[in-house]
């Protein structure tokens, strides 16, 4: 098991550029949630999703932020047009449904987005 | 609405000392399940511990213990003899169980930086 893969790790970009996260589930889990972290506000949910459908996007700052998920294992955060307060990292998380392990909801290693 | 607080913003301690994190919940549901996370200065997110609500049993795993009373909603986590392996940031972290079982979003406290020195 590969773990919740995010990529890219780092990522510098300029002010008014789009920016795309990517997130690979890990195989059977069936929710994915994206946080940002920051030090003022530390962690919140931007959107997340449950067998592919939206359940909660009330975290998502504003319409220059978007998030899909095409397929069973895969989902991707766009920022269009970036601006400096988007700096963050960006945690992608999945989990399957309780009482089929033990584990709970499992994160990648983070975007650290630097948006200058 | 749900909420968690972790009010201890920083604790420091020497080598072998015990320490407790305190984490106080808010939910209104009955059904939901307690979580605590450490973060290294590597900056991942580390899963430590699941509790859903209707085990108050506490646990122990290694140096780590937890205890959940649910009379006080607090879900404290304490670590013995501590490590300088084990200086981090701890979060506790809530979640609900949506209808059909899977679990809801998670919701973070802001925090504990632990510093344990040699």
């Known amino acids: 098991d590969a773990g919740v893969i995010q990529s890219p790790r780092h990522e510098v970009t300029e002010m008014g550029q789009e920016v795309t996260l990517r997130c690979k589930l890990i195989?059977?889990?069936?929710?994915l949630f994206w946080y940002r972290q920051t030090m003022m506000r530390g962690l919140e949910l931007l959107i997340y999703f449950n067998n592919n459908v939206p359940i909660d996007d009330s975290g998502m700052p504003e319409d220059r932020f978007s998030a899909k998920m095409p397929n069973a294992s895969f989902s991707t955060l766009k920022i269009q047009p970036s601006e400096p307060r988007d700096s963050a990292v960006y945690f992608c998380?999945?989990?399957?449904?309780?009482?089929?392990?033990?584990?709970?909801?499992?994160f990648g290693s983070g975007t650290r987005l630097t948006v200058v | 609405a749900q909420k968690v607080t972790q009010a201890q913003t920083e604790i420091s301690v020497v080598e072998k000392e015990d320490v407790t994190l305190d984490c106080v919940y808010e939910t209104r549901d009955t059904t939901y399940y307690l979580f605590w996370y450490k973060q290294p200065p590597s900056g991942e997110l580390v899963f430590l511990i699941r509790?859903?609500?209707?085990?108050?049993q506490n646990e122990i795993s290694g140096r780590y213990s937890w205890n959940f009373q649910k009379s006080t909603s607090s879900f404290n986590f304490t670590i013995t003899a501590s490590q300088v392996v084990d200086s981090a940031v701890y979060f506790c972290?809530?979640?609900?169980?949506?209808?059909?079982?899977?679990?809801?979003?998670?919701?973070f406290g802001k925090g504990t930086k632990l510093s344990v020195k040699p």
């Open positions: 509790r859903n609500s209707f085990d108050e």
């Open positions: 195989s059977g889990h069936n929710s």
């Open positions: 998380a999945s989990s399957r449904v309780p009482g089929q392990g033990v584990d709970g909801y499992t």
């Open positions: 972290a809530l979640s609900e169980a949506n209808y059909g079982g899977s679990q809801g979003n998670l919701i």
